[in-house]
């Protein structure tokens, strides 16, 4: 059971990756997006590129970081893609700070994201901190949070499928998934790590 949700978080990283490349740089800016967003992104629309390919480099990168033979055999390689990973959330974060103030959805949606913003950040600044004064636990751990919420990238997409699905207008629903897209994830980062801490 373990290795099938392992295999379902690279598998939808992935995806979501590739169609994230795909929709951003080969269509129309803003024709992934709800109508009422559309012209909001064009008014951002550099900022949404710096949050976009970075984060999706970020998506990709991830779940690979945690496979234990590729930290143990090809440590230069984890510490590479580590580096990598890192700068996009990064630059990802730091552009997701700035969009987050127009984001629709009014304060919700601003404060929501933002503070998503904000944890993705310091994460990866101490998790990079920690491997730098070679706390590999403690680096570890930093990365699992970090990389819960660099899948809000996927939630977020869950969240608008369940909640076109449900029949609430995307006004009223919306919102809420600046915070639903990555609370849920966090915990479950939180409760993981401390199942780690307790074997």
Do not use: D
């Amino acid at each position: 059971m373990k290795n099938f949700y392992k295999s379902l978080i690279i598998i939808s990283s992935i995806f979501i990756g590739i169609y994230a490349l795909i929709v951003y740089a080969f269509f129309e800016l803003g024709v992934a997006v709800h109508p009422i967003m559309k012209n909001n992104f064009k008014a951002h629309s550099l900022g949404i590129y710096f949050h976009i390919f970075p984060s999706l480099i970020a998506l990709v990168i991830g779940p690979f970081q945690f496979n234990q033979k590729l930290r143990t055999n090809k440590i230069q390689l984890h510490r590479t893609l580590g580096k990598i990973y890192l700068l996009s959330v990064l630059i990802g974060g730091f552009s997701g700070l700035y969009i987050a103030q127009f984001s629709f959805g009014g304060l919700i949606s601003h404060l929501g994201f933002s503070l998503l913003a904000i944890l993705w950040i310091i994460s990866g600044y101490k998790a990079y901190i920690s491997i730098i004064r070679k706390k590999v636990n403690h680096h570890y751990n930093l990365m699992v949070i970090n990389f819960a919420l660099t899948f809000a990238a996927v939630t977020l997409r869950i969240g608008l499928g369940i909640g076109f699905a449900s029949g609430i207008s995307f006004e009223n629903f919306y919102p809420f998934l600046a915070w639903l897209c990555w609370v849920p994830n966090l915990i479950t980062a939180l409760i993981i790590i401390k199942k780690t801490q307790n074997i």
